[in-house]
């Protein structure tokens, strides 16, 4: 079998959703992914920043089958300890009081979207334009693009948009039936925006003022990505709400909602396989992996490194630790010229996206920008 024979059987059988990159991955380890013919990608996206600790890490690999070997899902008609275990060490990590377990983003800001609701009484929730917070119908009327959202209309209702990184326009947009503002510390989708320094603890600040609750999406940011464990770190805020997801479950598929101050009664929220017994136990394992070898600070370092090699070379990137964003002449052939020299990234339009797993060396770096400087050569004067 070949890549065309695959693409082939997609076209036929698998839903018309996705616009995926040429490349049919089989096999993966640490920061490499191999495809069906064994050829060995770097790879710079990692699952879109999920792979943090690369890919098929010994100590996930391990507790999967452990925990797989003893119980895979029983419901939460029972009690099972990777769930307590990993809500206890969430918690520890963020400073919140409660965690809800669920199976990716998407879920996460699901439950976000009905705590706020209920917790207030008040039905408005206010996203920033630009921004990304998934696509089932909560989530997607929260998200900007209306690529995403226009073929689903009517979408939920009461839900509206500010500009991204404007604090006027964000207190202009809270009226008496804003429940929240959700935010995302620096926007993903949109091409890796980040912004101003300050902006997050004004956005905290004047949700605190008018009495909102402050929801941050750190399901991309998540997990030392941008070079602190969350990225509000940075900043020095309590939010009252994280959405957690990607990088938690070290690939295995998992999302989280934390809170504090406010709690559902039983039977407003749930689900069969939320928080199931080898979910947890991939993201504990994932979890131990990230802060004992300190890939926060890892990502900080590294990024700082490319960073600079890039702004050196002419190349407009932007970003935080390891999530940074390159704007290039056209977004889609830049990744494809990648691909051709063995490097898997992703595009937001006309910006190529670099999420490495954090575990990346500095020689990894250098091997990326030798070939963006090859597809890319005069970096920003290219156009
Ligand atoms: C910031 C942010 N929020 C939410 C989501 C949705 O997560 P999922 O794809 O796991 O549903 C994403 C996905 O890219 C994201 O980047």
């Not at 520890?92 to 009484?121: P, Y």
């Not at 598929?253 to 009664?265: N, R, V």
């Not at 063995?342 to 937001?348: A, D, E, N, R």
Request: charged share 20%.
């Amino acid at each position: 079998m070949n890549l065309a024979d695959i693409q082939a059987r997609e076209t036929l059988f698998y839903a018309n959703t996705f616009g995926r990159l040429p490349v049919a991955a089989v096999r993966g380890k640490g920061v490499y992914l191999y495809d069906i013919n064994g050829a060995r990608y770097l790879d710079f996206f990692a699952g879109i920043a999920v792979n943090s600790i690369g890919h098929c890490h010994p100590q996930v690999v391990k507790a999967i089958r452990e925990q797989a070997g003893k119980l895979i899902h029983t419901s939460n008609w029972l009690y099972t300890l990777p769930q307590i275990d990993l809500a206890q060490r969430l918690e520890k990590l963020t400073g919140m009081e409660k965690c809800f377990i669920s199976n990716d983003g998407t879920e996460a800001v699901e439950c976000a979207i009905k705590l706020a609701r209920k917790s207030t009484g008040k039905s408005g929730i206010i996203a920033m334009e630009q921004g990304f917070h998934g696509r089932t119908l909560g989530s997607l009327s929260l998200t900007w693009e209306d690529k995403y959202r226009k073929p689903y209309l009517p979408i939920v209702p009461y839900m509206t948009f500010a500009p991204y990184n404007d604090i006027k326009s964000a207190e202009k947009a809270i009226t008496k039936n804003t429940a929240a503002v959700i935010v995302e510390p620096i926007q993903n989708e949109a091409g890796i925006i980040v912004p101003d320094a300050g902006y997050l603890r004004a956005l905290r600040a004047l949700t605190e003022e008018k009495g909102v609750l402050l929801i941050l999406d750190e399901i991309a940011t998540g997990f030392g990505r941008t070079g602190k464990m969350f990225a509000y770190q940075h900043e020095k805020i309590q939010p009252d709400i994280i959405c957690l997801a990607k990088a938690m479950g070290g690939g295995f598929p998992i999302g989280a909602t934390l809170y504090k101050g406010m709690d559902f009664e039983k039977g407003q929220h749930g689900g069969t396989f939320v928080g199931n017994p080898l979910a947890c136990a991939a993201a504990l394992a994932s979890i131990n992996v990230i802060t004992k070898e300190h890939l926060d600070k890892k990502a900080a370092e590294t990024g700082d490194y490319l960073m600079k090699k890039l702004m050196k070379d002419g190349h407009a990137a932007h970003g935080k630790g390891l999530m940074l964003g390159i704007d290039v002449p056209n977004g889609r052939k830049t990744v494809l010229d990648l691909i051709k020299k063995k490097i898997l990234t992703i595009h937001s339009k006309n910006t190529v996206r670099v999420l490495p797993p954090l575990t990346i060396k500095k020689s990894h770096c250098d091997q990326f920008i030798k070939a963006l400087n090859e597809v890319n050569p005069n970096g920003t004067k290219h156009y």
